[in-house]
């Protein structure tokens, strides 16, 4: 038990330094840190971990399961804004939906199939609009998930177009794990910039 008591309280500490260097990075890039959000990715880690992570006052959580983001959202308070962050597949939607319904965002719509999907069921449970991300694959690694950049344009013309129950909020990309070696990871995302949508 005092295992236990020592990983949350570790949890509150570590949150406190993320949130620090975040502030400082916001600084030096001469932005203001209040428009930055963190989330806490809450990953194959118990509930009474993310509630102390929770009484340490965040309330921005991401989970990458679907049958996890449904165990743990009951447990914890309602005002905590669920990001979901994992590749979703058609026959969760539904369950993801109907399941979180503090669910603010889907960062992961990859194809108009998700997209579809999203939108049909968001209305028929009778729902407010949902924010989306639409995933990117920039680096082109096949373990990586996300619309090829260049199918990107048209992924999110869809969803503005097709989607009403759903509202585009931005691109969400993940490149290599070393990309200072990879300039090829920004030619891709500098490409995405520089055309309108």
């Given at each position: 038990m005092a295992s236990s008591a020592a990983m949350e309280s570790a949890a509150a500490t570590a949150l406190r330094s993320v949130l620090n260097r975040v502030k400082q990075a916001a600084e030096r890039s001469s932005r203001p840190a209040n428009q930055i959000k963190v989330i806490a990715v809450s990953k194959t880690k118990p509930v009474s971990l993310l509630r102390e992570v929770y009484d340490a006052g965040h309330r921005l959580f991401g989970e990458n399961y679907v049958q996890e983001i449904i165990e743990k959202s009951p447990q914890l308070p309602e005002d905590i804004e669920w990001h979901f962050i994992g590749n979703?597949?058609?026959?969760?939607?539904?369950?993801?939906?109907?399941?979180?319904?503090?669910?603010?965002?889907?960062?992961?719509?990859?194809?108009?199939?998700?997209?579809?999907?999203?939108?049909?069921?968001?209305?028929?449970?009778?729902?407010?609009?949902?924010?989306?991300?639409?995933?990117?694959?920039?680096?082109?690694?096949t373990s990586k998930f996300g619309v090829d950049p260049d199918g990107c344009l048209e992924l999110v013309k869809h969803v503005t177009s097709n989607c009403p129950n759903l509202e585009f909020c931005g691109l969400m990309t993940i490149g290599m794990a070393d990309y200072t070696s990879t300039p090829e990871n920004f030619k891709n995302r500098s490409m995405q910039r520089s055309r309108n949508f």
């Open positions: 979703l597949q058609s026959n969760k939607v539904k369950p993801l939906l109907t399941g979180v319904p503090n669910l603010a965002m889907v960062e992961t719509v990859d194809d108009e199939k998700i997209a579809n999907n999203l939108d049909r069921v968001i209305g028929n449970i009778g729902r407010k609009p949902l924010k989306v991300l639409v995933q990117v694959n920039t680096s082109g690694e």
